[in-house]
């Protein structure tokens, strides 16, 4: 096991931005840091701690301990360090007689009304109030409360006459993750600050004035689960004593030492430290010098981890000869021998495409790209696909068109200079948390915001900032609103001309141009259709073109619809009508669902592209791997997942080894993909739970966690990042490991020993990755692809100079309403998304104790729409379409307009896709989750086909006793 830590100094304040210099002397040395530095911030760069309690570099300086006096030669008094910025030629100590006196006695003060229960505090070893105390050679406490006085100590149960003390606040442990012990609160105000400063929630505030200030959860009735807490974890990073302390930490101790890995939830990619003692997890806190999280999280990354070791978990491979039967654990060798066995069956009788893979958008690059390689070199075909085609498949296409390549454009530090942000499709405060809280940030200090959304998400209006915008869309209308906006800028002359003709096709512009000044794309020709007012579309489109640097980030709200491309296109279009391309504060930014999905399609998952984004009918492509790999390669595009279950109804496609998906409970219509399942001879699944796909498979081989393995993931901006083994896996092999017995066992002759040599391959067979390696990502942190010889240490902005493609291109977005329409037996639209404390499917969340604040599915549903139906809040409804029907209980609320309702999917007990249709995108096949016509209605509890399901479910989980 292999620890992995750079010194993870504390500063004291933020690093200054500023490029201009300055030198000052701190005891004796000269100095020099930019300008507008603290002076306890230029200190600790030359090695010289000042004392400090309230000061952290997470937050701005606030200057209320005092413990951080210092003298300037020149000046009168004892400022605090933190607050006062560095001058030229300025002289200051730290240290002397005067400034030990004046520390010592306000660290006195503190420790007066501090409980001195050190030995057994759960601190101990770890509290920034006890290492002052020793800083500053405190050895006595002269005051103390009188024994009769009215002022007595917080920290006190009971007076010495047995009498309640008013002034004790008992310990708060609401919040499944963290307790909040007011006895042992100093009042620095860093929790508050990390909220409102990092967070952005403003859930704390201090309460009371002078000794009797002490932080609370808002209202005096609140507690910190029922507050505006999202238990992201910064109050109780910045906490410098026990007051706000991980239970881990209480019900374990102290970790020992930590490694760096890669949080295994959304997009963002956040880097942690999963602090250890011993092979036993005790805490994961954000790393501070991870580049896409700059030392943030979320409930999910920083404390939802419990999963990994949870009692659910499979551990010993499993076989099967019929769905019916129970399960049977076995060996590592005969559950190989038992799959490969009956796949080279299945491929002697009905051919070499009978069977397939799907790839994991949650395992590592490393395993993705072996999982594809089975398929290509192993099964001899290219039926390989990835949850991507359920979700930013249409990036892929719609990117590629227009710019040449199928990613963002840009970093996460990017957003802190933008002027204008256009999110659509998208609830960053609840998909992707930690990102929204840098995004809040920027709104905070002034930036526009433009929300197209059928729902007022979170994300439209939070604390001290609101959307200057927000088009409330029908669902399904993205295209018209997009293209309308085009219109706006295009025929009002907003577009930038310079940045078109230098960076685009000027003929294609002009035929672009042609066709979306047509009246008929105007926002008064569209309102009718999209339901946003024209006036509301024409300003938004004038504050994008006008206002500055403009970013748009982009989500599931935008490809999960059959013109999922289109609107890709259509945003593509605007990013280069107004030049908002190839510099800081701008670009097309696609915010990625899983953790890995951006790598899932790096690494070759689609059935119609090699690694990099090269498709297989290419011959000088194919020779590539040709070579690799030792095998002739099919230049025909293998079966994507839709086409996959289609061919398994007709009886063409027999085998399937799906790698860490659950498909039948994250793909559109579930009564479709039952079927599919249920008519192959062979389906494995490899993850670690027996999920909803399981209940159809033959052969479970158990998977590993990310703390489980060596690796890297991909997040949505391109960024590589570790992922570190901090511990062993629990069944005895790592994911890359189990796909490579797999493979040996059906023929081929892998010999990998480490994920560094699959990283190998991938770099001399994928251009973007030609100059990846394990040393230069250990070097440098992270590396952004493209990385190679043009650019030796990745590319952090895209299309700087040019496009990819070369000009970039601009298409025509006609808008082409669903086929999926509303009417009289079904007169609502359904659109799905997540919540906070919830991930995907739920594997993994629902078995953490995030379950507190969503342990169901709920229908959002309009007041008005609820009370036309005889529905109140909390009653169980019916919820049909076309295609299936369910149960969930309802949420009255204004969020959603009427004749839109709203739900999650992740609860299999609600099954919400079997509402869902098999519409999907024109051009990738991407299901269109966001529009389905329903009808809601009274009901009595869970639906007849739930209970069936459930009833299936429990049969297919049976498990023999060992023998």
Known sequence: MKDFIIPDRDFGTPAAKSKALVTLTIDGFDVTVPEGTSIMRAAAEAGIQVPKLCATDSVDAFGSCRLCLVEIEGRNGTPASCTTPVAPGLKVQTQNAKLKQL???????????????????????????????????????????????????????????????????????????FSYDPQKCIVCSRCVRACEEVQGTFALTIEGRGFDSRVSFGARTDDALASDCVSCGACVQACPTATLQEKSIIEIGTPSHAI?????????????????????????????????????????????????????????????????????????????????????????????????????????????????????????NNNTDTCARVCHSPTGYGLGQTFGTSAGTQDFDSVEESDVILVIGANPSAAHPVFASRMKKRLRQGAKLIVVDPRRTETVEGPHYKAAHHLALTPGTNVAVVSALAHVIVTEKLYDEDFIRTRCDWDEFQDYAEFISAPNHSPEAVELVTGVPAEEVRKAARLYATGGNGAIYYGLGVTEHSQGSTTVIGIANLAMLTGNIGRKGVGVNPLRGQNNVQGSCDMGSFPHELPGYRHVKHPEVRAIYEKAWGV??????????????????????????????????????????????????????????????????????????????????????????????????????????VTQMFANAM????????????????????????????????????????????????????????????????????????????????????????????????????????????????????????????????????????????TLRAEITDKVSPGVVYTTFHHPDTQANVITTDFSDWATNCPEYKVTAVQVAPSNGPSEWQEEYNAQAALSRRILAAE
């Open 103 to 177: 520390r010592r006695g306000v660290m006195e003060l503190y420790i007066s009304d501090h409980p001195l229960d050190c030995l057994t505090c759960s601190a101990n070893g770890d509290c920034e109030l006890q290492d002052m105390a020793g800083a500053v050679g405190l050895r006595d406490v002269r005051y103390e409360a009188a024994p009769q006085s009215e002022i007595s100590t917080h920290f006190q149960v009971k007076n010495t006459s047995g009498e309640a003390n008013p002034l004790y606040i008992p310990r708060d442990d609401s919040n499944p993750y």
């Open 260 to 380: 760096i890995t890669t949080c295994a939830y959304c997009g963002v990619g956040c880097s942690f430290k999963a602090e250890m003692r011993g092979d036993e997890l005790v805490r994961m806190t954000p790393y501070k010098h991870g580049k896409a999280n700059r030392g943030h999280s979320c409930v999910k990354g920083r404390f939802a981890y419990g999963y990994a070791t949870h009692q659910d978990r499979i551990l010993k491979p499993m076989i099967r000869d019929a769905i019916s039967d129970p399960w049977k654990e076995v060996s590592w060798a005969e559950a190989m021998e038992f799959a490969a066995t009956k796949m080279k069956g299945i491929q002697a009788q009905y051919g070499r495409n009978s069977v397939g893979v799907i790839t994991s958008s949650r395992c590592t690059n490393e395993e993705t790209y072996l999982v594809q390689k089975l398929t290509r070199a192993v099964f001899m």
């Open 632 to 737: 002739t390669i099919d230049p025909e595009p293998g079966l994507r997942i839709p086409n996959m279950l289609d061919a398994a109804v007709e009886g063409s496609f027999r085998g399937l080894y799906c790698q860490g998906e659950d498909i039948l409970q994250s793909d559109p219509d579930t009564h479709h993909v039952a079927a599919g399942l249920a008519a192959m001879d062979c389906v494995i699944v490899h993850d670690l739970f027996l999920n909803e796909t399981a209940n159809y498979a033959h052969v479970f081989f158990p998977g590993s966690s990310f703390l489980e393995k060596d690796g890297t993931f991909t997040n949505a901006e391109r960024r590589i990042n570790m992922v570190r083994k901090v511990m062993a896996p629990k069944q005895g092999y790592a994911d890359w490991e």
């Open 747 to 886: 023929g081929a002759n892998w010999g990998y020993t480490h994920p560094s040599q699959i990283m190998d391959e991938i770099a001399m067979t994928t251009p973007s990755f030609a100059g990846v390696t394990y040393e230069k990502i250990e070097t440098m942190g992270s590396v952004q692809w493209p990385c190679n010889d043009k650019a030796p240490e990745g590319t952090p902005l895209m299309h700087i100079d040019g496009f990819v493609r070369g000009k970039g291109k601009f298409i025509r977005t006609e808008y082409v309403a669903t086929d999926e329409k509303t009417g009289p037996r079904f007169p609502l639209l359904l659109t799905t998304g997540r919540i906070l404390s919830q991930y995907n499917v739920g594997a993994q969340t629902r078995r953490t104790e995030n379950v507190v604040w969503h342990d169901q599915d709920l229908l959002e549903i309009n007041p008005h729409d609820a009370e036309n139906r005889g529905i109140r809040d909390g009653d169980w409804v019916r919820l049909a379409s076309r295609s299936g029907e369910t």
